[in-house]
């Protein structure tokens, strides 16, 4: 299909000097921002709820016809009433703000970042493991605890976040909902732990240890012509 969007305007009543396409030039515009207002938050600039559970809906479909998984990272901010009541929800948004540029820095540009609602925050991963997953929240976690939001009087905040990982996966029955709210689980389960940290399920991550321990050790038999096979 092709991309109209960057086309010039044409005369509704095909004149060459036409005296509404700086009008409709406007309204184009116009339409576009609008467009772009409905799926976005307004504090932080991330994809709103309403374009977030579009999106995931649709990345498990994708699942369900290719096969690749798709992972759901649930992010929220630690201690975040602590800020707003000693700081004042001024700077509560501003710890939101950069939250979001945080998250936006660390994802890829096939993620899809989302304000879930609150000081929560939700990443689409297409096509993405365990493994991979990890991966993204652990660098966002970094950076967060590594960025400082500096205030009044050069004073300076240290936040920190806590992580849930739940993947979908090709031949998985549950749905959307189900999916968030097992993400949320593994969430308050590192909240529960600590906080400021990834947690995620352990079935996969064993299997796939296992799996990568059983080919190093072929590797290595082959190496040595399986001298440590016949020893044994």
Request: aromatic residues 8%.
């Amino acid at each position: 299909m092709t991309d109209r969007s960057d086309r010039k305007p044409l005369c509704p009543v095909e004149h060459d000097q036409c005296e509404y396409l700086s009008e409709l030039v406007e309204l184009r515009q116009q339409v576009s921002q609008l467009a772009e207002l409905v799926h976005t938050d307004t504090l932080t600039g991330l994809n709103n709820f309403r374009f977030f559970i579009q999106a995931l809906e649709q990345e498990l479909e994708r699942t369900r016809r290719t096969g690749y998984s798709t992972a759901l990272v649930m992010m929220d901010l630690d201690h975040f009433k602590q800020v707003n009541d000693q700081w004042g929800h001024e700077v509560g948004n501003k710890a939101l703000v950069l939250a979001a540029q945080l998250i936006r820095a660390g994802v890829r540009k096939m993620d899809i970042p989302c304000r879930y609602g609150g000081e929560e925050f939700a990443i689409i991963l297409p096509s993405t493991d365990l493994r991979q997953s990890i991966q993204v929240a652990e660098r966002i976690r970094e950076m967060l605890e590594n960025s400082p939001l500096f205030i009044q009087d050069a004073q300076e905040i240290n936040l920190t976040a806590s992580f849930g990982i739940e993947l979908f996966r090709f031949g998985d029955s549950s749905d959307a909902k189900q999916l968030v709210r097992k993400a949320d689980q593994l969430l308050y389960e590192a909240k529960a732990s600590g906080r400021n940290q990834v947690c995620f399920g352990t079935q996969e991550q064993d299997a796939s240890a296992a799996a990568v321990s059983e080919e190093e050790k072929d590797t290595l038999f082959s190496l040595f012509g399986g001298q440590q096979a016949d020893e044994e």
